[in-house]
């Protein structure tokens, strides 16, 4: 058995939690609600999660398979997350280092200027809002975990820091090693 599934989470004061069971389709699904959102998990068959008199879930399984074992641990830390998510988003932070290098939000789209010929434009889905400061540094912030990390690492990866001159799409406190260049006779 997984030691991370066996731990119980923490409910905080402002999350709720329902659980709901299609007895057509055999799925059930958890809703948890929050001061920023409300997101619905599915849980998988042979997986049960209950909740203790003291406001803690409780993931269990309820039979025996290797399949069981490999997602015991794994849907515990999402419903971990979605219970963090809806009680404080999560932030990621990017910079942005180099000459000309800029952000800007317009029309629901993150606008960039990276150095290339073209402004790169993404469009920011409905569950992340991003906020951009001093045109070089972005906050991104959502509910999802998932979502947040992707979409932060979609822009990073338009230019990765490269270690000569520093520039790049960097994420905050990322600690970039630089490297000497040619050493001329």
Known sequence: ????????????????????????????HIEITGSHGTISQLIPDGIQISLTD???????TTRESRELKSLYGTVRTVVA?????????????????????RAQ???NELVLSLGFSHEVNFSIPEEITVKVDKNTTITISGTK?????????????LRPPEPYNGKGV?????????????VGK
């Open 170 to 182: 960097l994420y905050a406190g990322e600690i970039l090693r630089r490297k000497a260049g040619k």
């Open 81 to 101: 997350n979605t219970v963090r998510g809806v009680s404080s988003p999560f932030i990621k932070t990017l910079n942005l280092q180099g000459v000309g290098y």
């Open 145 to 157: 975990i998932e979502l947040v990390g992707l979409f932060a690492s979609k822009i990073r990866n």
């Open 105 to 107: 939000v317009r029309n």
């Open 54 to 60: 003291d406001r803690k879930l409780k993931v269990e």
């Open 1 to 28: 058995m997984s030691r991370i599934g066996k731990k119980l989470i923490l409910l905080p004061k402002d999350v709720e939690v329902k659980f709901f069971s299609d007895e057509d389709q055999n799925t059930s």
